[in-house]
């Protein structure tokens, strides 16, 4: 309950994030909207529906709209507590809109509680069908190396494996700045590590399956895709070594009890994840596109100044989002916590003389 507000408004804010990509991939940004089954001057133009770009398009359209209602929902009651206690006019007004009128009558609460319930069963199928979606953008393809049945299953546990340790980062900060030490707890970073480490455990296995076939198969195209013993010592080593050791051996040391139970570590490991989960994508389009079927297009991939500015800037986007929220919005949700204080509160003390054992 600590951790999940985060956790949403990260998401919307990295599909944002994600929205700006396909747009730019199109090359010619400003027919962005031809992507959009609109009716337009062009008589009846609509999308072709083979093109992975499109299902791009609905992949994050949905995943967009139903985790912001699912966020936005969560946040009334909050919204409705800042508003009474609202000192500026205008602060009031505001918050008072976006509380929507709630008083916080047994009605209230009752058809809260049925929307979160049926928002939340939406949001778990979805999450599978969107990374699978954006799985099949290779899977789909001709291109060796992405031409693979793997890469749904892998995506979504890789989906969950970052997301959590993206998490992590993030509630690490604010707990130190916004000093919620007494609600994220020891407990709550040991059971995201969990999660951590069984999703990181399905992504080791994906990376095994790939090499074990290229290598099993005994054919000689097989070195030139991204995970296979050929990579290993390509021109590409170091950054599939950087894979290795970012996302299956670093994050193994969460198997530590002691490890996975602190919070310096945790904050370590979880950039580390974040990291390595992007040096997976480098791998997959970059080792894959960098060895064609003809010799003679053979090429070594260099970023250029562009490339580098745009990853920064999305990067940039995402922490002025974030940090807009967390100035403007309650970051833990007050009302979730009200309704645990008295489980939580016969405990306390206990867990607090435990936690002062630990620092000491």
Known sequence: MSVNRSAEAMTIFAVVQAALFPVIHMGRPWLMYW????????GSLWPNFNSPLLWDVFAISTYFSVSTVFWLMGLIPDFAMIRDRATKPF????????AFGWGGGAKHWQRFEELSLVLAGLCTPLVFSVHTIVSFDFATSVIKGWHSTVYPPYFVAGAIFSGFAMVQTLLSVMR???????YITRKHIEYMNIVIVVTGGMVAVAYLTELWIA???GSRYEDFTYFSPGAATGPYWWAF???IICNVLIPGLLWIRSIRRSFFWTFVISIVVNIGMWFERFDIIVINLARDYLPSSWTMFMPSWVDVAIFLGTMGFFSVLYLLYARTFPVISQSELKTILKSSGESYKKHHTEDEHHEH
């Open 35 to 42: 992507v959009f089954p609109i009716p337009n001057q062009f």
């Open 91 to 98: 602060a009031k007004k505001i918050y008072g809109i976006l």
């Open 176 to 182: 130190k700045v916004l000093h919620y030490e007494d």
């Open 215 to 217: 290598w099993y198969s």
């Open 241 to 243: 070594w950087a894979l």
